[in-house]
Structures are given as C-alpha cells and as structure tokens.
C-alpha cells in the first residue's frame, strides 16, 4: 500500500488549466490515474481522443462536453463515462470554468483527431 502525500501530487499546467495528479504509475505505483482538472473560463482542450476509458465527475462550475457527436452540459454532481476512440472536447463555462476529478488507466495515450499518437500526458503517466 502507497500512502500519497499531498506535498507529492504533481501539478501539471496547460493553456486550459491545472492538473493534479493524486495517484497514477509514476506516482505510489497505482494502476490507475486520478487526478483533478481545474479549467480555466471559457476555455477548452482541443479536440482529441484516448485508447481507454475516462470517467469524470463535476465538483465545482460547468462545462460543455462534446463526446461523439453529441453535445451535453454538465454541473457540480454530473459524471461522464468516456468510453475510448470516441473523439472528446470538455469547454469551460464563462463564468467560473469548472473543478472535475477524473480516472483513467495508467498510461492512457491521447489521440490526435488525424489518428496521430500524441502521447500519455503527464498526468496520466
């Protein structure tokens, strides 16, 4: 058993916010990652995909989510299974952005919209 402090989560920054990375393999050897998405206002990741399931859960603001075509608006409470190779852009609300957890297998690799491989984010790995 892997006891993770808080002073050992690692923080990951992109133009759309922060990531914290609670437990994955890199961090307390856990064969999952979850960490915590903190999106900035009225911004969005880019359109992209990934080779294994995600779940998120709202904690806090809202967010539009675009999965497969469909469009849904999520609040504090909501929870959406991403099944993989389903292409996936999550927008901040304008207000307030929004405050999510969420899990993946360790070492899920993002999907470029082309097919290109991008990679296991950081927060991921």
């Known amino acids: 058993m892997s006891v993770i402090r808080h002073a050992q989560c690692r923080r990951s920054e992109t133009p759309a916010g ?4 609670f437990a994955s393999p890199t961090l307390g050897g856990a064969t999952r990652a979850v960490w ?8 969005s990741g880019p359109l992209h995909d990934f080779d294994a399931e995600q ?3 709202f ?8 999965l497969g075509g469909e469009t849904f608006t999520v609040a504090p409470g909501d929870t959406v299974v991403m099944p993989p190779s389903t292409p996936r852009r999550v927008t901040a609300g304008a207000d307030e ?3 999510a957890v969420v899990t993946a297998p360790g070492g ?3 999907v470029l919209p082309d097919g290109t491989v991008h990679g296991v984010p950081p927060w991921i790995a």
């Open 108 to 110: 899920a690799r993002a």
């Open 36 to 43: 915590r998405v903190e999106a900035t206002p009225a911004t």
């Open 18 to 21: 922060v990531m914290t990375t």
């Open 59 to 66: 904690l806090g603001g809202t967010a539009t989510v675009e």
């Open 97 to 99: 952005g929004f405050t």
């Open 55 to 57: 779940v998120w859960t």
